[in-house]
Nanobody, 125 residues
Framework: QVQLMESGGGLVQAGGSLRLSCAAS????????MGWFRQAPGKDREFVAA????????YYADSVKGRFTISRENAKNTVYLQMDSLKPEDTAVYYC??????????????????WGQGTQVTVSS
């Protein structure tokens, strides 16, 4: 069983930066692809970024490419999302998730079996 807890959200002005962290429990963290998703009010949950278990491959939504960076420290069971050049449209609740099925798509929320409770990110204009 994997338990996830996000932290690092908050209020920031447009153009600013935030770093989200997601701490995971369990001994199998390094074997799971980890993803970040976000959900704005009235919108569907959308993929933001993902990173494979060893950190060798990363994936980004076009809307955040070049501004966000996903990374992980397996020794600390933690995955990060560094968010730079934030825009008001980045405002959402951000969730981290663990994908335990190695064959499932990294882009689909349905592929992830464990989720954190979410952390609010608000970007003011």
């Amino acid at each position: 069983q994997v338990q996830l807890m996000e932290s690092g959200g908050g209020l920031v002005q447009a153009g600013g930066s935030l770093r989200l962290s997601c701490a995971a429990s369990g001994r199998t963290f390094s074997s799971h692809t980890m993803g970040w998703f976000r959900q704005a009010p009235g919108k569907d949950r959308e993929f933001v970024a993902a990173i494979t278990g060893g950190g060798g491959n990363t994936y980004y939504a076009d809307s955040v490419k070049g501004r966000f960076t996903i990374s992980r420290e397996n020794a600390k069971n933690t995955v990060y999302l560094q968010m730079d050049s934030l825009k008001p449209e980045d405002t959402a609740v951000y969730y981290c998730a663990a994908k335990t099925n190695p064959w499932a798509s990294v882009l689909r929320s349905q592929s992830y079996s464990h989720w954190g409770q979410g952390t609010q990110v608000t970007v003011s204009s």
